[in-house]
């Protein structure tokens, strides 16, 4: 039973380019969300996906955007890059539970690095 | 900020000690969760607790809820070498309506073989 699968898993990108990180979810499950971690710090919440719409929103630039397809892979874009984006970008899923959020199942996350 | 706090922020201890984390938030909870990352790797679900739960035991872990003073602690027993890693605490808010979960800063523990 595959886990959560994401790529790339690191990548380098200067100021202004733009970027795709993709994730496919565990076996069974239909929602899909993003973190952003800072180095030494805790994931920060993004966006979630669910039915293929965004379901909630974290405090983050319209830069960032995403996409959650039929087959409940999601994509998570960042455009304009900045310095500040680089950070290890996590992407959990869970089987949709009303908005009970219960166990997240996490990727091994996508490093990002801007120069 | 909807932000907690937990501390210590590193925490060194000899193999076959114990280690307490403690995490403090800020808001009504549905539930708090322990999580396990290894560095620079993704997270791994440990053990979660309900807002209406006091205690929570899974293996070697021990969870307590304080929902009066918004906080918990996460003791591992008989630490082991292998247990070195950093442990983040989350909670789903009460007025949350999907699964959002807010991360606290982290707890870095090193165990000495």
């Known amino acids: 039973d595959a886990g959560v699968t994401q790529s790339p898993t690191h990548l380098i990108k200067t100021r202004g380019q733009q970027v795709t990180l993709r994730c496919s979810p565990k076996?069974?499950?239909?929602?899909v969300s993003w973190y952003q971690q800072a180095l030494g710090q805790g994931p920060q919440f993004i966006f979630q996906?669910?039915?293929?719409?965004?379901?909630q929103r974290g405090n983050f630039p319209d830069r960032f955007s995403g996409h959650q397809f039929p087959n409940y892979s999601s994509e998570l874009n960042v455009n304009a890059l900045l310095l500040g984006d680089s950070a290890l970008y996590l992407c959990?899923?869970?089987?949709?539970?009303?908005?009970?959020?219960?166990?997240?199942?996490f990727g091994e996350g996508s490093r990002l690095t801007v120069l | 900020s909807q932000q907690g706090e937990e501390d210590p922020q590193a925490l060194s201890i000899q193999e076959g000690e114990n280690a307490t984390m403690n995490c403090s938030y800020k808001?009504?909870?549905?539930?708090l969760q322990w999580y396990r990352q290894n560095s620079g790797r993704g997270l791994v679900h440990l053990i979660l607790?309900?807002?209406?739960?006091r205690e929570k035991h899974s293996g070697r872990l021990r969870v307590t809820l304080d929902t009066s003073k918004k906080s918990s602690s996460l003791l591992i027993t008989a630490s082991r070498a292998a247990d070195t890693a950093s442990y983040f605490c989350?909670?789903?808010?009460?007025?949350?309506?999907?699964?959002?979960?807010?991360f606290g800063q982290g707890t870095t523990l090193q165990v000495k073989p």
């Open positions: 989350a909670w789903s808010l009460i007025s949350s309506n999907t699964g959002k979960l807010i």
């Open positions: 076996s069974g499950h239909d929602t």
């Open positions: 996906y669910y039915e293929e719409e965004e379901r």
């Open positions: 959990a899923s869970n089987r949709y539970s009303g908005g009970r959020t219960g166990e997240l199942f």
């Open positions: 808001t009504s909870i549905n539930n």
């Open positions: 607790i309900r807002s209406n739960e």
